[in-house]
């Protein structure tokens, strides 16, 4: 199947869930996860009406938006270094991926001096895997409150990767529980922090994630297939 054909059926498929769920379908947008694919993929995917996509590697994405035809919005999803924010400061339209203050200090002043404000998640590593990056859920709150100081920075929900799960319902607690999390963050109205968006579910559970709350999906595969190509070595 094309890219198209593949955009189509995750579309249906998210509508179909969120209708399920008793939702509105444009209450969910969907992240286009192109890393590792080469810009004509992002191209294809643009011109069968995709809009916002997603990159994990610093470098890749700071490529790929020179590279890319269409015009398109960027997320980064990916773990980010301190000393790598200069090479996407004003590029992306949120981060996904913010896990701790001294990070979020650094894309404060990096945005600051282009003049930007940056809208951010705040990563929760919910299962506490040490492969995984992400502020714990004892942590989040203390940490939002750090960073809703920073006035280049607008926090407008959370993000969260479960641990994997051959059946989709085994991720089905960690959505929960960070749905919890930002109810609870929500309730004590925090100046200048809004918990509009719950970032969570890839291809494999996202319809999972749509019935518990998701309003950002970041599906990859079951867009642009396997990998394209191997990643630069330097990222």
């Given at each position: 199947m094309s890219i198209a054909d593949n955009l189509k059926e995750v579309s249906a498929r998210i509508e179909a869930a969120a209708m399920k769920s008793g939702r509105d379908p444009a209450s969910v947008r969907l992240v286009a996860v192109s890393k590792t694919q080469p810009a004509s993929a992002v191209d294809e995917a643009a011109r069968s009406g995709q809009r916002l996509f997603g990159e994990n590697y610093v470098q890749e994405l700071a490529a790929k938006v020179a590279q890319v035809a269409e015009p398109v919005g960027w997320h980064y999803i990916g773990a980010l270094q301190s000393n790598k924010v200069r090479q996407i400061a004003g590029l992306v339209e949120m981060i996904h991926s913010?896990?701790?203050?001294?990070?979020?200090?650094?894309?404060d002043r990096l945005w600051g001096g282009v003049g930007r404000v940056c809208n951010v998640l705040i990563q929760v590593n919910i299962a506490c895997e040490?492969?995984?990056?992400?502020?714990?859920?004892?942590?989040?709150?203390?940490?939002?409150?750090?960073i809703a100081a920073l006035p280049q920075l607008r926090i407008r929900g959370l993000m969260t990767m479960p641990p994997f799960f051959d059946d989709p319902e085994g991720a089905r607690p960690y959505f929960r529980e960070l749905k919890r999390i930002s109810e609870r963050i929500a309730a004590e109205h925090i100046?200048?922090?809004?918990m509009a968006e719950l970032s969570m579910g890839m291809s494999g559970d996202f319809e999972v994630a749509i019935a518990e709350g998701a309003t950002l999906v970041r599906v990859g595969s079951a867009i642009f297939g396997e990998r394209q190509y191997r990643r630069p070595s330097v990222l």
């Amino acid at each position: 199947m094309s890219i198209a054909d593949n955009l189509k059926e995750v579309s249906a498929r998210i509508e179909a869930a969120a209708m399920k769920s008793g939702r509105d379908p444009a209450s969910v947008r969907l992240v286009a996860v192109s890393k590792t694919q080469p810009a004509s993929a992002v191209d294809e995917a643009a011109r069968s009406g995709q809009r916002l996509f997603g990159e994990n590697y610093v470098q890749e994405l700071a490529a790929k938006v020179a590279q890319v035809a269409e015009p398109v919005g960027w997320h980064y999803i990916g773990a980010l270094q301190s000393n790598k924010v200069r090479q996407i400061a004003g590029l992306v339209e949120m981060i996904h991926s913010v896990d701790r203050l001294s990070l979020a200090r650094e894309i404060d002043r990096l945005w600051g001096g282009v003049g930007r404000v940056c809208n951010v998640l705040i990563q929760v590593n919910i299962a506490c895997e040490a492969s995984k990056c992400g502020a714990s859920s004892e942590e989040v709150l203390e940490l939002v409150h750090g960073i809703a100081a920073l006035p280049q920075l607008r926090i407008r929900g959370l993000m969260t990767m479960p641990p994997f799960f051959d059946d989709p319902e085994g991720a089905r607690p960690y959505f929960r529980e960070l749905k919890r999390i930002s109810e609870r963050i929500a309730a004590e109205h925090i100046p200048g922090v809004e918990m509009a968006e719950l970032s969570m579910g890839m291809s494999g559970d996202f319809e999972v994630a749509i019935a518990e709350g998701a309003t950002l999906v970041r599906v990859g595969s079951a867009i642009f297939g396997e990998r394209q190509y191997r990643r630069p070595s330097v990222l």
